[in-house]
């Protein structure tokens, strides 16, 4: 599955942003989906995953009660709205995707084997 990221932007800080990612192809209902960010010089690192029938997130501490992913299989999109953004927040942002069982929840880097394109996102304070 290829996928595209978009919906970055600026922003100041305490505002929302909803970042979407669309996957091509027909096996989109198949695929964990997850968004990840890294910053220039860090590793990427984990943001929030949902599992392929949208039973089961899993969200990095850092943006518990912030941040929400959901999916839409009928659109072959997931999305992660961003609210009460800090400048912390600010870095490029990943989508990906795996193939796996139907409420396994990935979250490390390397279970994935499909990504999107970065998407910037700043937040300025």
């Known amino acids: 599955v290829q996928l595209q990221a978009s919906g970055g932007g600026l922003v100041q800080t305490g505002a929302s942003l909803r970042l979407s990612c669309t996957a091509s192809g027909r096996t989109f209902s198949s695929y964990g989906m997850g968004w990840f960010r890294q910053a220039p010089g860090k590793e990427r690192e984990f943001v929030a995953a949902?599992?392929?029938?949208?039973?089961?997130?899993f969200y990095a501490d850092s943006v518990k009660g912030r941040f929400t992913i959901s999916r839409d299989n009928a659109k072959n999109t997931v999305l992660l709205q961003m609210n009460s953004l800090q400048p912390e927040d600010t870095t490029v942002y990943y989508c990906a995707g795996r193939q796996q069982p139907l409420l396994y929840v990935a979250t490390r880097v390397n279970e994935y084997h499909s990504w999107g394109q970065g998407t910037l996102v700043t937040v300025s304070s």
């Open positions: 949902i599992s392929r029938s949208s039973g089961r997130t």
